[in-house]
């Protein structure tokens, strides 16, 4: 079978899609019910202060960027809340920097006790495109307001707002809260659904759970839990198999690697190092 030629600002700008994609993907999380105290505590012992795990995304054989997610040093008062400061940067390296450079960074303000956000943001720099963005959640009201930053004047432009469920989470809340899940209690071929509140838009993905099995990353060999997002039709990714992902099977459940089928090849992303993790990791020498 031969390899069909694809220009390299194609490949840069499917990656930035996949990345973005991936993020969604680790970091997808459930609604939760309240209760009359607004906040409703979520027992964790996943992850920690000071966590980092860093990233190699790769297309084909090529290395084409990197990512780093961290959980800060110091808790933060928001909303009269203790909070998680969590954030992710993602980038290009090497020569497609120099074609379409991608330099984002997401964070977001987390519940200590309850997992949910109080402030996200996203600045994103994707070659010549720009996007500044700020979300505060009101849990009390029920509702978000969402402002981006006038590319001109770099003035923030009028909020939206947006009637929300009660406990909505944004993607990087929806990260540590996935790390939280029993997957003891399913079995292989259950399907879950994952929810919750990205840019202007609630969203639902039905996700299957694969079982267990052992995945090698840049970082070592692992015990991991596989999961299979299953992806609506759509002009990116080939087939209803066309993501995969594996978390790792001990007390962290960190994201260890996707692979994901696209119509112009296969892309991935996977762990390469790791530091100040909560528990004993699963790797295996």
């Given amino acids: 079978m031969g390899y ?5 600002l194609k490949i840069v700008t499917n990656m930035k899609n996949f990345v973005s994609l991936f993020f969604i993907t ?3 999380s459930s609604f939760t019910s309240g209760d009359e105290k607004v906040y409703e505590e979520i027992p964790h012992e996943s992850f920690q202060k000071g966590e980092v795990l860093d990233y190699k995304v790769s297309f084909g054989i ?10 800060r040093d110091n808790y933060y008062r928001v909303n009269h809340r203790d909070c998680y400061k969590v954030d992710i940067y993602g980038k290009t390296t090497g020569m497609v920097d120099w074609v379409a450079k991608v330099d984002d960074h997401w964070g977001a303000y987390v ?5 949910v956000p109080h402030i996200s943001y996203r600045i994103i720099k994707e070659g010549k495109y720009r996007k500044n963005e700020i979300v505060r959640f009101d849990h009390r009201t029920n509702l978000i307001e969402a402002k981006v930053k006038d590319k001109k004047t770099g003035e923030y432009k009028e ?18 809260y996935l790390r939280t899940i029993n997957f003891s209690k399913m079995d292989e071929g259950d ?14 993905l039905d996700v299957k759970y694969r079982g267990k099995e052992v995945v090698k990353t840049k970082a070592g060999k692992f015990n991991a839990i596989k999961l299979e997002p299953i992806m609506p039709e759509n002009k990116l990714f080939d087939g209803e198999d066309s993501i ?10 960190i994201p260890l690697k996707v692979e994901a089928k696209m119509f112009i090849g296969s892309t991935g992303v996977e762990l390469s190092g790791y530091k100040n993790l909560r528990n004993e990791v699963s790797i295996l020498r």
């Avoid at 069909?4 to 390299?8: A, D, Q």
């Avoid at 519940?111 to 997992?115: K, Q």
């Avoid at 995969?244 to 459940?253: G, P, R, V």
Wanted: hydrophobic residues 50%; charged residues 25%.
């Fill in 26 to 28: 680790i970091i997808l």
């Fill in 191 to 204: 399907i879950f659904t994952m929810k919750g509140f990205f840019e202007d838009t609630f969203y639902e």
């Fill in 111 to 115: 519940d200590t006790a309850a997992l």
């Fill in 4 to 8: 069909r030629k694809v220009p390299l």
């Fill in 244 to 253: 995969l992902a594996w978390i790792s099977d001990d007390k962290n459940k």
């Fill in 62 to 71: 090529f290395n084409i960027g990197s990512a780093k997610m961290l959980i």
């Fill in 159 to 176: 909020p939206n707002y947006y009637a929300a469920p009660e406990n909505i989470r944004d993607m990087l809340a929806g990260y540590l």
